[in-house]
């Protein structure tokens, strides 16, 4: 892979190597070594959940490794390195999260289908594959309509694997389908981009923390018939003002009026 500054346009990853007809990537996990007690934990859009031994993938081919079976209809919505004994969370786009322990999942090989990890209803699918380190990390969810909230990952209970999970979002007319959920703590800085082409960034801490069954807060003002594309976290922070480049619009204040914004919602 080249190197290249932030503004090029880098090298198309067909060129590394060969895709299927629809096929996209959905992950880039970095690697040092291929030892055996890590692993790579996979979900997939129906939320079947899968983990295989990082030594499995040691010996590469160029046209690629099957790292899970697929049914025809579902595809991979995110995958991690995990050390066996870390804390997962699946976000569906309804709003419903599943947390349940890594060891709840026992290893398979690479051909593996693997097991259920969250139950869904029809038309329903799993947005985010969160893996936590301890439970003091926080669970940020946003909303097409631009509307999200951060609450802390000890007020989520243990649903248990294989179960519809716990509200971690109302869902709700005015927030629309949950479009993205990221694990965050105080300090990290996220990036939010709308249908519209306008991105955002803000820390953070200036997003209230609120209950899992609330509605949240504002996290930024739409347009007229656009929505929150996505969100995620800013991995380094650049300092403002870089020449040739304007610094980014401020995000919706967190305490912005919202209608009712702790209506909890039956579970």
């Not at 090029?8 to 060969?18: E, Q």
């Not at 919505?77 to 599943?98: F, H, M, P, R």
């Not at 946003?142 to 000890?154: C, D, F, I, S, V």
């Not at 306008?198 to 504002?218: D, H, K, P």
Request: aromatic share 4%.
């Amino acid at each position: 892979v080249p190197q290249g500054t932030r503004s090029s346009r880098g090298k198309p990853i067909v060129n590394l190597f060969p895709f299927e007809d629809g096929e996209k990537i959905s992950a880039i996990l970095p690697v040092k070594e291929f030892t055996d007690d890590r692993f790579i934990f996979m979900c997939t859009a129906q939320g079947t959940v899968k983990k295989t031994p990082l030594s499995d993938f040691s010996n590469p081919r160029r046209s690629g490794i099957i790292a899970v079976a697929l049914d025809a209809d579902d595809f991979l919505i995110g995958a991690e390195i995990t050390n066996g004994t870390q804390d997962v969370v699946l976000v569906s786009d309804v709003g419903k999260a599943v947390w349940f322990d890594e060891e709840d999942v026992r290893p398979m090989g690479r051909t593996a289908r693997g097991v259920r990890g969250m139950k869904l209803g029809e038309q329903q699918q799993v947005l985010s594959l969160l893996v936590a380190d301890n439970e003091q990390q926080t669970v940020l969810v946003a909303t097409e309509n631009g509307y999200g909230k951060r609450t802390a990952l000890a007020d989520f209970r243990h649903s248990g694997r294989g179960t519809q999970g716990v509200i971690a979002i109302a869902a709700s007319e005015r927030n629309g389908r949950v479009v993205a959920a990221r694990l965050v703590r105080d300090d990290d800085e996220i990036m939010l981009i709308t249908t519209g082409g306008v991105l955002i960034r803000t820390r953070v801490r200036e997003i209230r923390e609120l209950g899992r069954a609330t509605q949240g807060v504002t996290l930024i003002a739409l347009d007229a018939g656009e929505k929150l594309a996505g969100l995620e976290k800013v991995v380094e922070s650049e300092d403002e003002g870089t020449p040739g480049e304007p610094a980014a619009p401020e995000a919706a204040a967190p305490d912005a009026p919202v209608a009712d914004p702790d209506t909890p919602a039956a579970e």
